[in-house]
């Protein structure tokens, strides 16, 4: 948005469109190394094409800390 006005700008105009999933029987560990593949910190949950969540490297980091 650098040299934007962004009091104007909408979701639309910074969101990012061609977005990873994963499904959620994915394991934590394959989430974590797409994460890194990517450079992303989270990731839509998708199950048979509804969004069901989104999992994060917070949330990854937390539950093995």
Known sequence: AENRDTTVLGVADLMTESVETVPPTLRAEEAAAMMTTFGIGH?????????????????ITAEFA
Not at 43 to 59: A, F, K, Q, W
């Open 43 to 59: 990731l839509p949950v998708v199950d048979g094409g509804d969004y069901v969540g989104i999992i994060s490297s917070t949330d």
